[in-house]
């Protein structure tokens, strides 16, 4: 049963508040959906390389070079592809437009740069416990009223 005009919309607007109040959750929901859509991606390179290893051997077995060519290229690509899909799961996911549902994919969260490895641990350290961070965020939370 499709939502009505008024759930989606109070959904859109449940959506932006949940990035405007926690941006790093939603951008952690978000990086779900490419992440499975990247190794996805890779598994089916995985597929089409062993069938162009097939196609490969077949070649050298019954002597056709063209054959042999052929399987090396679609390994080639196909290594290529997962290659890209492991590397930087975002970047090569297709983007999917759908009318009924704008989804996390469409509001904007997060960090806009990413940061090196070795700041975010200072970070952390410095800002206390994770008790601590939690109990702070509730109280600014439970001050700044309703939307």
């Known amino acids: 049963m499709p ?61 056709q070079t063209v054959l042999g060519i052929a399987g090396f290229l679609v390994m080639l690509a ?23 549902h704008t989804g996390f994919g469409v509001v904007d969260g997060g960090r806009a740069g990413k940061s090196s490895r070795f700041s975010r641990t200072r970070r952390t350290k410095s800002s206390g416990s994770f008790m601590e961070r939690m109990d702070e965020r509730w109280r600014r939370r439970r001050d700044s009223g309703p939307y």
């Open 3 to 63: 939502l009505s005009e008024e759930e989606l919309r109070m959904l859109e607007q449940m959506e932006r508040a949940l990035v405007a109040e926690d941006p790093k959750l939603a951008s952690t929901l978000r990086g779900t959906a490419m992440q499975r859509a990247a190794r996805r991606r890779a598994i089916a390179s995985g597929v089409v390389f062993v069938a162009g290893m097939a196609l490969l051997t077949c070649g050298v077995i019954f002597t």
């Open 78 to 100: 196909a290594a290529a592809v997962a290659v890209t899909a492991l590397r930087n799961p975002g970047a090569s996911a297709p983007h999917r437009r759908d009318t009924r």
